[in-house]
């Protein structure tokens, strides 16, 4: 038992089934009269719907790319000040999610977003717009975390900060029943990882440690019933809990070795989020392997760690997830044992990772 610690969680979590349909209500519990909304291209028609029934949603930004760009933030700031918003509604996944919190943060303020960006500039918590978050996949945790991750040109950054914090979320698993399975495989592994990576970060946490472990039950009992049957709300339902837990899980602790290992997947090998991540994720079930992580697979109803990795491998071969590093073409492997060793996320680590102990783990994904 940890006898102390530091616990702070200041996001109003509106979770259900049609609580969508509650978003005029929250707006106005938030006293926000004027709002710009961020979301990707799958979702504008029904922006444009809400829009037009909602006269405080003023404008829409609907072409959010699925790593989320600086120019769709950029953009989205634009409205902002043209609409003199209060707030910015993010719908969608992780990338509609983080566009909307970075576009909350800058436009108040003066200068650009790439300002802030190339850290020119500095985010101020206390100086920012309204950020009201809607997912409508379960995977990223995105509405209850500080973080954002932005694409400029080749270079992807993560950028931790306050002003990113939304007000409120809403979490309504309806959103998510039209998922594609390979995308449901992708998210649910994310969610996965964050869950893992915050119980076994050096900077755990007992309450965040209690919601990883439920975060990791859920998951194992759902991602494979889900993405065999996208209707099934009581599957994505508790997916898209065990996804808001995952978040939880780790805004505090951080993530570690296989978020560090996911940029350069990512950025070099084109591969989604959710599948860098979980790329190296039953390999590092292995390496992290201790007593805690022995008795988070008793807890979940597994036999130990090996169970656990395996189950991991499993849910990537059922949803033809690319886990080898065969499968990625030409791969330049001491440079992406030099990146990922470089990100700070792999400080995290309970285990220490090199450049050299990451080859090892690689080369057995050859």
């Known amino acids: 038992m940890t006898s102390e610690f530091v616990y702070a969680q200041p996001v109003k979590i509106f979770f259900g089934a049609g609580k969508f ?16 909304l961020c979301c990707g291209r799958h979702f504008a028609p029904e922006a444009e719907m809400l829009m037009a029934a909602d006269g405080r949603i003023r404008a829409v930004f609907s072409r959010v790319e699925q790593n989320p ?4 933030i950029e953009e989205t700031v634009r409205l902002c000040r043209e609409q003199q918003a209060q707030a910015v509604i993010g719908i969608g996944g992780g990338s509609s999610l983080d566009t909307a919190k970075c576009a909350a943060a800058v436009a108040p303020n003066p200068g650009e977003a790439l300002d802030y960006y190339e850290g020119r500039r500095a985010l101020d918590a206390g100086s920012r717009l309204t950020i009201l978050a809607v997912p409508t996949t379960a995977g990223t945790g995105s509405e209850v975390t500080q973080v954002s991750v932005v694409s400029h040109g080749k270079e992807k950054k993560t950028i931790n900060n306050p002003a990113f914090m939304p007000s409120a979320a809403i979490v ?3 959103l998510t029943l039209g998922v594609p399975p390979r995308t ?5 592994l994310d969610a996965m990882a964050h869950a893992l990576e915050g119980y076994w970060s050096k ?20 991602l494979e019933r889900a993405f065999r049957n996208g209707g099934d709300l009581e599957a994505r339902s508790r997916l898209s809990y065990a996804a808001l837990l995952g978040g939880l899980s780790f805004a505090l602790p951080k993530t570690a070795a296989s978020h560090a290992c996911s940029y350069p997947l990512s950025e070099d090998y084109h591969l989604p989020h959710g599948e860098a991540c979980a790329f190296t994720l039953d390999s590092l079930v292995r390496i992290n392997a201790d007593g805690r992580l022995e008795e988070l697979c008793r807890r979940v109803g597994l036999a130990g760690t090996e169970e656990l990795a395996e189950r ?12 080898r590093l065969s499968e990625l073409g030409e791969v330049d492997l001491p440079k992406l044992c030099r990146d990922c060793a470089a990100h700070p996320l792999m400080q995290n680590n309970p285990v220490p990772l090199d450049e050299e102990k990451l080859r090892e783990m690689f080369e057995a994904l050859r």
């Open 21 to 36: 349909a509650r978003l005029g209500a929250v707006l106005e519990e938030l006293g926000i009269e004027r709002a710009v």
């Open 312 to 323: 991991i491998r499993a849910l990537k071969e059922l949803g033809g997830l690319r886990s």
């Open 172 to 174: 309504d698993p309806e």
């Open 203 to 222: 900077n755990h946490q007992p309450i965040p440690d209690l919601m990883a472990v439920e975060a990791v039950r859920l998951i194992l009992e759902n």
């Open 184 to 188: 449901t495989m992708n998210t649910g």
């Open 69 to 72: 760009q600086l120019s769709g």
